[in-house]
């Protein structure tokens, strides 16, 4: 059984989050639910509405 990592690293996850990401554009919005290590998981939370910046992809915490 493969063994479960950040999806930012090789970190073991500390919690599945669900996430908005974008690119560009805010308004195109994708949704989808991703594991996530601690210190990263700090980072998307502490980005707020701006989102998390990771390879040209922005990440916010929930679906909203």
């Not at 919005?29 to 990263?40: A, G, N, S």
């Amino acid at each position: 059984m493969p063994r479960l990592r950040c999806k930012f690293c090789t970190s073991p996850p500390l919690e599945e989050v669900a996430v908005s990401t974008w690119t560009s554009d805010p308004t195109n919005v994708t949704r989808e639910t991703v594991q996530l290590c601690i210190k990263h998981l700090a980072r998307v939370k502490k980005a707020g509405t701006a989102g998390h910046l990771h390879k040209g992809v922005r990440y916010k915490t929930g679906f909203w």
